[in-house]
């Protein structure tokens, strides 16, 4: 069964040919970093133009990529949501169309559920169940993932990403766009304990997130240390404390969600889970513990289509079908 995979729910237009939920044919995703780098964060308006100048000559290249016509596309899947709705209409608008044109089914697919099933697009996809951490600019959420449909929500942030953190902490730094690139290249020259950095958390709640109070922390050092902002040492150090305390919370919550489920099993997704530090601290900590730990490659962590094709897959497989009056949505 090939599936024709899109997505539209930020800053990346991209579109994906899979086979059988398991086999990438192709994947072609353009990117908008120039377009908002000027800006310091993604401009939802200019993103939504942006899709609507990319999204059928990245399509088309999907298709040529895989060597296959429309009418060789057993299916499409699109994401739904949660993203931007400008952007989010625009990949929809498409599938439909498409949908309509070349007569197959639709289905609509979750962002954060299809940054889960990536791990199945790769050669050792990990066995059901498990505990998985999607951690990207707009969400850090954990779930117990049960099976292809079944993912409960264990825990998430309260307020700033985990992504969202490292973009507005490389503006307080004036280190420009997308933030955690910047700032997993300064830390490694830093010293991560050279700034003592807050690691927030809400003891009613182990496993929910909170990010604003360590953005905060680090709005004070720069005030009271302005040779931050001057001092490239200086400069490397507060980085690194910074992303050594975000991986320290990411890690602790996994590997506590896993002890509270009694999973063996961690799968960390989305944009952040590229990061270096990340994984090297993920894949320390699973040896010691003897947890089976499943990372995507760098181009299955960050947004791409090829995830949403895997998991429209399995909606299509259970029957489901999107409607054609079906609407996108910002949250969920």
């Given at each position: ?7 539209t729910?930020?800053d ?12 990438i044919?192709?994947s ?6 120039e ?13 939504a ?16 990529q ?60 990990p ?5 998985a ?20 929500l ?25 933030g955690g ?11 991560p ?13 182990p496993?929910?997130f909170s990010f ?5 922390a ?29 991986v320290?919370?990411?890690?602790s ?26 994984r ?6 699973a040896?010691?513990?003897?947890i089976?730990?499943?990372?995507p ?11 949403v ?6 909606k ?8 054609l009056d ?7």
């Amino acid at each position: 069964m090939l599936i024709l995979g899109i997505e539209t729910s930020c800053d990346e237009t991209a579109a994906a040919v899979v086979a059988n939920g398991r086999r990438i044919l192709s994947s072609v995703v353009a990117t908008q970093f120039e377009l908002h780098a000027q800006y310091g964060g993604v401009v939802p308006e200019l993103a939504a133009r942006r899709h609507l100048e990319s999204i059928l000559p990245v399509i088309q290249g999907a298709l040529d990529q895989a060597g296959v016509a429309g009418a060789q596309i057993d299916g499409l899947a699109v994401t739904q949501g949660p993203g931007l709705i400008g952007a989010l209409v625009i990949g929809m608008a498409v599938g439909k169309a498409l949908a309509l044109a070349w007569d197959r089914p639709l289905v609509g697919v979750h962002h954060l559920q299809a940054h889960i099933l990536a791990a199945f697009l790769t050669e050792n996809p990990p066995e059901f169940p498990f505990v998985a951490l999607v951690v990207s600019g707009g969400h850090t959420n954990l779930y117990l993932v049960h099976d292809f449909h079944q993912m409960n929500l264990l825990g998430r942030s309260r307020d700033d990403a985990a992504g969202e953190a490292f973009d507005k902490v490389a503006k307080l730094l004036r280190l420009g766009y997308p933030g955690g690139v910047i700032i997993e290249k300064l830390a490694a020259q830093g010293n991560p304990e050279a700034f003592h950095l807050p690691r927030p958390r809400i003891h009613e709640e182990p496993l929910t997130f909170s990010f604003s109070g360590l953005k905060t922390a680090v709005a004070h050092q720069v005030k009271n240390h302005p040779e931050t902002l001057t001092d490239s040492r200086a400069q490397a150090d507060l980085a690194a404390g910074f992303q050594e305390a975000v991986v320290d919370s990411l890690v602790s919550r996994a590997f506590l969600a896993l002890e509270e489920t009694g999973s063996t099993r961690l799968v960390v997704s989305g944009g952040v889970a590229a990061n270096g530090r990340l994984r090297q601290v993920l894949q320390d900590r699973a040896q010691t513990d003897g947890i089976d730990l499943f990372l995507p490659p760098l181009s299955l962590c960050t947004d791409n289509a090829a995830m949403v094709a895997a998991a429209g897959y399995h909606k299509l497989l259970a029957g489901e079908r999107l409607d054609l009056d079906a609407d996108v949505f910002s949250r969920g």
